[in-house]
């Protein structure tokens, strides 16, 4: 039976603009390999890998939950750990 030496990882990005960004990667199971391809992966796309979580998730951003470009009331106990909220 020949084993599989691949695994899945939830690949997080920052772009130069700060956006951050996900996706599904397939990598090695050696986790330093597996770094260095997602790292040249996103590089491709001018994005810099910030981490990685094996298998798959849902990431959740902060954009997700506070639009700073609406006129929506935003919540007080988010505003309150939004470190550039803090004053």
Known sequence: ???????????IYQSAQGELSCETYTGHMNRPDAWLDAAK???ANNKCLVALVPGVHPVYFYSDFVDST????IDNS???HDLFELS
């Open 1 to 11: 039976m020949l084993e599989n030496k691949e695994m899945i990882y939830t690949a």
């Open 41 to 43: 992966q996103g590089g």
């Open 70 to 73: 609406s006129t929506k009331t």
């Open 78 to 80: 988010i505003k309150q």
